[in-house]
C-alpha cells in the first residue's frame, strides 16, 4: 500500500510540475526559433538560434532529473559535441547548431506541450472527481440546501433525495479512487515516453555502446589473463616433468649397456612420472573445456567440481536443460575459481553453491563460513571472474567481512 501511495504521489507531481515546465519551454522554443529563422539572413539569427537551443539544453535537462523519478531510475544525459579546441569566438558562439541533440531538446519542447496539457487536465480532473466524490457527503448536505440547486442524482433520475445525491456522488468518488492509480501512472507513463525517446534515447544507446565495449575489454582481458595462467602452469608443471623425464630417458639410454637393473628402475620412475604428467595435462584440460560439462550440461559438471573440493560443499542446482556455451562456461569457471579460493584461503568447514533461474537470468549463490576478505580488487582471483562475468553482461557480487562469512552472487543472462 505505501509503495502505492509512493508511486501516485511521485505520478502526480511529474504530471502537475511539467505542466508549467511545458509551458515556460514551449513559449520560448517557438519565439526563440521563430527570432532566429527570421533574422538569419542577417546573421543575427545565428547566435539567436544558438542561444535558443542552449536554453533548450537546460530546459530538458530539468526534464531528465524530472523523468527519473518516474522511471524509477537515473537517466543518462547525452553528449553533446563540444566545439573544437582551436574554434574562434564565432564558431564556439553557433557550436550549439552542430549538435544534432540540442535540435531534438528543441523540438521535444515544442511536441511535448499538447501532450503535456493532456496530461495534466487528466490529472487534475482524476483527483477532483476523487476528493469532491468522497467528500460530498460533508458538504453534499449543505449544498442541496441552496434554492434552486439541483443534484446530480435529480438531474440523470437517480432520485431527487439528498441521500440518494450522496450515495451517487459518493460512488462515483470511489470510482475514481480506485482508478487514480492506473490512470496516473498510464499518463506519467506516456508523457515520460515521449521525453525518454528524444531527450535519453541517444544517451542510452552510447551508454549501451560503452557497456559493449567494456564487456568485450573485460573478455579479452579474461582471456588473456586465463592464458597467461595456463602457460604458467604448463611451465610449472607438465613442462617441468617432461624436461626431468627426457633427462631421466636419456640417462638409463647411456647406463643401459652398464647397468640394466639401474635402467629398470629409472625407467619405473619416468613410467610414474608420466602418469603424473598425464593427470596434470588432465587437470588442465578440464579447466580449458571440461568434457563432462560440453557432454553433460552444468548440473554434472559441478557436481564433478562439488566432489573434488578439499571443503564439503552443498550443492543445490535448481535449473535443467541447456544453456548457450558461453553461459555454461561462465557459469562452471566462476563456480570452479570461487570453490578453489574457498580451499585455498577461507578456512571454511562447508560451502553452499545454488543455482536457480529468475527470468532470463541465472542466478548463482556462493557462500561459505571461512574467515572472509575475499573482494574483487584488481589481482586478486576474484577480478578475473568479474572480467568474465562482465563479458557475457553479467554482474558479480561480493560480501566478505572480515571473519566471515562469505557470500558471492553472480547473475547470468541466459535468455
Same mark, same amino acid.
Given at each position: 500500500?505505501?509503495?502505492?501511495? /509512493? #508511486?501516485?504521489? $511521485?505520478?502526480?507531481?511529474?504530471?502537475?510540475?511539467?505542466?508549467?515546465?511545458?509551458?515556460?519551454?514551449?513559449?520560448?522554443?517557438?519565439?526563440?526559433? @521563430?527570432?532566429?529563422?527570421?533574422?538569419?539572413?542577417?546573421?543575427? +539569427?545565428?547566435?539567436?538560434?544558438?542561444?535558443?537551443?542552449?536554453?533548450?539544453?537546460?530546459?530538458?535537462?530539468?526534464?531528465? *532529473?524530472?523523468?527519473?523519478?518516474?522511471?524509477? #531510475?537515473?537517466?543518462?544525459?547525452?553528449?553533446?559535441?563540444?566545439?573544437?579546441?582551436?574554434? +574562434?569566438?564565432?564558431?564556439?558562439? &553557433?557550436?550549439?547548431?552542430?549538435?544534432?541533440?540540442?535540435?531534438?531538446?528543441?523540438?521535444?519542447?515544442?511536441?511535448?506541450?499538447?501532450?503535456?496539457?493532456?496530461?495534466?487536465?487528466?490529472?487534475?480532473?482524476?483527483?477532483?472527481?476523487?476528493?469532491?466524490?468522497?467528500?460530498?457527503?460533508?458538504?453534499?448536505?449543505?449544498?442541496?440546501?441552496?434554492?434552486?440547486?439541483?443534484?446530480?442524482?435529480?438531474?440523470?433520475?437517480?432520485?431527487?433525495?439528498?441521500?440518494?445525491?450522496?450515495?451517487?456522488?459518493?460512488?462515483?468518488?470511489? %470510482?475514481?479512487?480506485?482508478?487514480?492509480?492506473?490512470?496516473?501512472?498510464?499518463?506519467?507513463?506516456?508523457? $515520460?515516453?515521449? +521525453?525518454?525517446?528524444?531527450?535519453?534515447?541517444?544517451?542510452?544507446?552510447?551508454?549501451?555502446?560503452?557497456?559493449?565495449?567494456?564487456?568485450?575489454?573485460?573478455? !579479452? @582481458?579474461?582471456?588473456?589473463?586465463?592464458?597467461?595462467?595456463?602457460? /604458467?602452469?604448463?611451465?610449472?608443471?607438465?613442462?617441468?616433468?617432461?624436461?626431468?623425464?627426457?633427462?631421466?630417458?636419456?640417462?638409463?639410454? /647411456?647406463?643401459?649397456? /652398464?647397468?640394466?637393473?639401474?635402467?629398470?628402475?629409472?625407467? $619405473?620412475?619416468?613410467?610414474? @612420472?608420466?602418469?603424473?604428467?598425464?593427470?596434470?595435462?588432465?587437470?588442465? @584440460?578440464?579447466?580449458?573445456?571440461?568434457?563432462?560439462?560440453?557432454?553433460?550440461?552444468?548440473?554434472?559438471?559441478?557436481?564433478?567440481?562439488?566432489?573434488?573440493?578439499?571443503?564439503? &560443499?552443498?550443492?543445490?542446482?535448481? !535449473?535443467?536443460? *541447456?544453456?548457450?556455451?558461453?553461459?555454461?562456461?561462465?557459469?562452471?569457471? &566462476?563456480?570452479?575459481?570461487?570453490?578453489?579460493?574457498?580451499? =585455498?584461503?577461507?578456512?571454511?568447514?562447508?560451502?553452499?553453491?545454488?543455482?536457480? =533461474?529468475?527470468?532470463?537470468?541465472?542466478?548463482?549463490?556462493?557462500?561459505?563460513?571461512?574467515?572472509?576478505?575475499?573482494?574483487?580488487? =584488481?589481482?586478486?582471483?576474484?577480478?578475473?571472474?568479474?572480467?568474465?562475468? =562482465?563479458? &557475457?553482461?553479467?554482474?558479480?557480487?561480493?560480501?566478505?567481512? %572480515?571473519? +566471515?562469512?562469505?557470500?558471492?552472487?553472480?547473475?547470468?543472462?541466459?535468455?
Amino acid at each position: 500500500m505505501r509503495s502505492v501511495l /509512493r #508511486r501516485i504521489g $511521485s505520478d502526480t507531481r511529474y504530471l502537475l510540475a511539467g505542466f508549467p515546465v511545458s509551458i515556460v519551454f514551449f513559449v520560448l522554443a517557438v519565439a526563440g526559433f @521563430s527570432a532566429g529563422v527570421g533574422t538569419v539572413v542577417v546573421w543575427i +539569427g545565428l547566435p539567436i538560434l544558438a542561444g535558443t537551443l542552449m536554453m533548450a539544453r537546460g530546459m530538458a535537462d530539468v526534464e531528465r *532529473r524530472m523523468l527519473a523519478d518516474v522511471l524509477g #531510475r537515473p537517466v543518462p544525459r547525452p553528449r553533446y559535441r563540444p566545439a573544437p579546441e582551436r574554434a +574562434g569566438r564565432f564558431r564556439r558562439l &553557433v557550436n550549439p547548431l552542430t549538435s544534432g541533440q540540442s535540435w531534438l531538446d528543441l523540438l521535444y519542447g515544442i511536441l511535448s506541450f499538447p501532450l503535456t496539457v493532456l496530461a495534466f487536465v487528466v490529472t487534475v480532473t482524476w483527483w477532483a472527481g476523487t476528493i469532491l466524490g468522497l467528500s460530498y457527503p460533508l458538504y453534499g448536505w449543505i449544498t442541496a440546501r441552496i434554492p434552486g440547486n439541483q443534484g446530480l442524482a435529480e438531474l440523470i433520475g437517480f432520485g431527487d433525495g439528498v441521500l440518494a445525491d450522496v450515495i451517487l456522488n459518493t460512488a462515483i468518488g470511489v %470510482l475514481f479512487a480506485l482508478t487514480l492509480p492506473l490512470v496516473l501512472r498510464g499518463a506519467a507513463l506516456v508523457q $515520460s515516453g515521449l +521525453g525518454r525517446a528524444m531527450l535519453t534515447g541517444v544517451a542510452e544507446l552510447h551508454e549501451r555502446i560503452d557497456d559493449l565495449a567494456q564487456g568485450r575489454a573485460a573478455a !579479452v @582481458s579474461a582471456e588473456a589473463n586465463a592464458l597467461r595462467r595456463l602457460e /604458467r602452469d604448463i611451465h610449472d608443471g607438465p613442462q617441468q616433468r617432461l624436461v626431468s623425464l627426457a633427462m631421466d630417458l636419456s640417462r638409463a639410454q /647411456r647406463q643401459l649397456s /652398464r647397468d640394466p637393473r639401474a635402467v629398470e628402475a629409472m625407467l $619405473s620412475q619416468a613410467i610414474t @612420472s608420466t602418469r603424473e604428467t598425464l593427470d596434470e595435462l588432465r587437470a588442465l @584440460s578440464r579447466g580449458i573445456a571440461p568434457p563432462i560439462l560440453t557432454d553433460r550440461g552444468l548440473a554434472p559438471a559441478l557436481a564433478a567440481l562439488a566432489g573434488r573440493c578439499t571443503v564439503p &560443499v552443498e550443492l543445490d542446482i535448481q !535449473v535443467t536443460g *541447456r544453456f548457450a556455451a558461453a553461459v555454461e562456461n561462465t557459469v562452471y569457471f &566462476v563456480v570452479a575459481e570461487s570453490l578453489t579460493n574457498v580451499a =585455498k584461503h577461507s578456512h571454511a568447514n562447508v560451502c553452499t553453491v545454488t543455482l536457480s =533461474k529468475a527470468g532470463g537470468v541465472l542466478m548463482l549463490t556462493i557462500g561459505d563460513d571461512g574467515v572472509g576478505g575475499a573482494h574483487t580488487a =584488481k589481482g586478486h582471483g576474484l577480478s578475473g571472474l568479474a572480467d568474465r562475468l =562482465k563479458a &557475457v553482461d553479467g554482474t558479480l557480487a561480493v560480501d566478505s567481512p %572480515l571473519g +566471515g562469512p562469505t557470500v558471492i552472487v553472480a547473475e547470468v543472462p541466459c535468455g
